[in-house]
């Protein structure tokens, strides 16, 4: 079977170091306009439930720097689980594409399609969790390592509601020994099943804090990172959440004041400002999110070389010239030629 990024904890923790080291070198070799062609002539299959800008760019782009290409494919255009059972596209998909990248709605969706697909499956976010911006947030927390210390070292607090962000951000955190903290009211905070989970695959004496003090919770922290307090469906608790997190758990310049002077203010975007962050913090020398942005696209590049790659049929140069031979003799011999 193919191997899949369903889960950050599906993989060990070398694993994730040594895609982190690939995205390192694979972004290198973009910037010096070198990628290599790793998926010519391949393509990949995205399935988008939900509406993208820095998921879907940064694989599309993705996919044409490597060689390949990507097909954009929405509700309306697919019978996912309509008109046709949700294994039946992942079989009918698996046969046309060399891989598949879906951001769903609910997380027993990309389950199925990983289930009956016989190409690597992408979760590219769903209800429970967002394994690509986990990948690139952690690439991102290496970038921007404070001197004299390593990713194990790192303390990170995340400031805002318990979103897939926050799972995947938990998750990937403690997996590499950083120390991660979850800020939020006591309504909004991760629950139980999540810290179990981290727990379970924390490395070495990584801590997993949840707490509602904010000001205890960025004393030490060498990354903060927010998201948005509310998401789409959610729209009918703006007010009570509003009312919950603003403003202590708003993300100022004073509040980054209290944090280390070498502390990073990262966010996944979209950002709704003046909410969750205040545009002089999101903007601020501090802020580190654009370069987050960015590196979505060469985490997807690296994530793609990975899963992908390796499944691609490696052709002889002899037998590429062998079945062209065999297809241009019957084109001739048909008379197709002369036309």
Known sequence: MPKNLIHEYDHSRQEIRNVLELIR????ADKSGCTPQLLKNASLGMIFEEPS??????????MEKLGGHALYLKPGEIHLGERESLSDTAKVLSRMCDGLIARCWK???ILGLAEHATVPVINGLTDYNHPTQAVCDAFTM???LPEGKKLEDLN???ISDATNVCSSTMFITTMLGMNFTHVAPKRYQAPKEWVDIARRHAYGDARITITDNIDDSVRDADIIYTDLWWWCGQEDEIPDRRKAFMPDYQITMDLLAKAPAHCKLMHCLPASRGVEATDEALDSEKSII???AENRMHTQVGLLAWLVW?????AREAQKVWHEGRVLEHLNA???ADR
Do not use: M
């Not at 070198?25 to 290198?28: D, Q, S």
């Not at 390796?310 to 490696?314: A, F, H, I, S």
């Open 107 to 109: 997380h027993e969706t």
């Open 25 to 28: 070198i694979l972004k290198a």
């Open 53 to 62: 800008t820095r998921t879907r760019v940064s694989f599309e782009v993705a």
């Open 334 to 336: 048909s008379g197709w």
């Open 310 to 314: 390796p499944e691609l049929k490696k």
């Open 142 to 144: 290496w970038e921007h």
């Open 290 to 292: 654009f370069d987050q």
């Open 156 to 158: 990170v607090t995340f």
